[in-house]
Every structure is written in structure tokens, then in C-alpha cells.
């Protein structure tokens, strides 16, 4: 049973230019969200999708965007890159209507390492 | 709003000690509670979580956690630490549905020494 996979694994960007990265979710999962994790803080809610929609947003600016496709594989897209995008870029999948015990669970992959020079 | 108090940037501890990790959190009711591990390079873990009865969970890897609310405390525990918790380990808050929206936060890097 794959997990969650992320891709790629490390990419620099320079300021200015765009970015996509991609999240495959656990078999099963129909919901993914997305995380930012600057170098030594925890991860930052960027948004979460479902349903090929975007279901819950936290407090990014509109350069942050993403795409969830029918097969729940998802995108997120960040436009004209500061040096202050540079972190670890989290995905995590999940069941919109869980129970047992993957209730409330995410189960995250092993995240886009993103350097903006 | 909602937040996370990790006390403890950084902990060394000697193999075969005991730790304790401290979590403290700010939320308008009862959330659920997880503790998540990452290890160097790595996506996070989930290590145990919270939602509701017995206010002691035990986790994987021989972690357990309290829940208290009267201190809106949810600290994390292991009896006897293997150099293979050599890690960082982010304690995260969520509201009482299943919408996954996380709060973590910063973490606590624990060392190892032999």
C-alpha cells in the first residue's frame, strides 16, 4: 500500500519564477492538504482540498494556489517566488469521513525541499 | 485563535533515560490532540493522538501522553529512550471534526548521547 508521494524531491528556483509541486495521496484518501515548514519551525496550514476544490485556507497570500484532480493527486503552485518561500513543502492525505483508527489522521509524505536564491 | 507552546527548543538526553516533552496549547474548546515525529530528512509520524476518554494514550514506539485539561497541557513521554529517537518531535492541535487543519507547534529536537 503506497503512501504518500511528493515530487520532486529538492528543486531550486530563482526569485521571481514559478513552481509546481505534486502530491499523490495514500490509496484511499480523497483529501489533501498542504503544509509549509521553514527550516526550524513546525508546519504552516497553506490549504486543504477535497472534492477538486479548495476546502479550507489558512493565512497565504494569493501567489499560493492548487489544483486537486479527479484522481485526488493535487498541485500546489507558487507564483513569483521570494527568497522567503525557500522551506519544506508538506503534503498530507487524508479521509474526509474517517473512522476507526485513521480518524483525524493525516499521514504525511516526505515533502519538496523548495531554495529560492 | 489557536496556538501551540513547545517550552523546549532543543533536549539532550542519555540512552536509556527517561523524557519528557512539553505541550501546551490555546484553543476555544477541547481539540483533538497528536504528537508527530520527524526524523531528519523526513515527512512526520504520527505518534499517538488524543480525541477523547482515557486522558493517557499510548502511541507507537513505547510514547505515551497525558491530557490534562486544567492545565491545556498534552505531554509526551517514553520510560526508557533508544538512540533511535534521535529526532524532532512537533505536538499539533485540531478542532473536533475531521477537517485536518493543524495547528503545530515549533518543535523540540531531542538528542541522544550514549
Known amino acids: 500500500d503506497a503512501g504518500v508521494t511528493q515530487s520532486p524531491t529538492h528543486l531550486i528556483k530563482t526569485r521571481g519564477q514559478q513552481v509546481t509541486l505534486r502530491c499523490s495521496p495514500k490509496?484511499?484518501?480523497?483529501?489533501v492538504s498542504w503544509y509549509q515548514q521553514a527550516l526550524g519551525q513546525g508546519p504552516q496550514f497553506i490549504f486543504q482540498?477535497?472534492?477538486?476544490?479548495?476546502?479550507q485556507r489558512g493565512n497565504f497570500p494569493d501567489r499560493f494556489s492548487g489544483h486537486q484532480f479527479p484522481n485526488y493527486s493535487s498541485e500546489l503552485n507558487v507564483n513569483a517566488l521570494l527568497l522567503g518561500d525557500s522551506a519544506l513543502y508538506l503534503c498530507?492525505?487524508?479521509?474526509?469521513?474517517?473512522?476507526?483508527?485513521?480518524?483525524?489522521?493525516?499521514?504525511f509524505g516526505e515533502g519538496s525541499r523548495l531554495t529560492v536564491l | 485563535a489557536q496556538s501551540v507552546t513547545q517550552p523546549d527548543i532543543h533536549i539532550t538526553v542519555s540512552e536509556g533515560a527517561s523524557l519528557e516533552l512539553r505541550c501546551n496549547y490555546s484553543y476555544g474548546a477541547t481539540p483533538y490532540l497528536f504528537w508527530y515525529v520527524q526524523s531528519p530528512g523526513q515527512g512526520l509520524q504520527l505518534l499517538l493522538k488524543?480525541?477523547?476518554?482515557?486522558?493517557l494514550v499510548q502511541g507507537i514506539k513505547g510514547f505515551e501522553a497525558e491530557f490534562k485539561r486544567s492545565q491545556s497541557s498534552f505531554n509526551l513521554r517514553k520510560p526508557s529512550v533508544h538512540w533511535s529517537d534521535a529526532a524532532e518531535y512537533f505536538c499539533?492541535?485540531?478542532?473536533?471534526?475531521?477537517?485536518?487543519?493543524?495547528?503545530f507547534g515549533a518543535g523540540t529536537t531531542v538528542t541522544v548521547r550514549a
Open positions: 499539533a492541535v485540531g478542532p473536533r471534526s475531521n477537517d485536518y487543519k493543524l495547528s
Open positions: 490509496s484511499g484518501h480523497d483529501t
Open positions: 482540498y477535497y472534492e477538486e476544490e479548495e476546502r
Open positions: 488524543y480525541f477523547s476518554g482515557d486522558t
Open positions: 498530507a492525505s487524508s479521509l474526509v469521513v474517517a473512522g476507526g483508527p485513521e480518524a483525524g489522521e493525516l499521514f
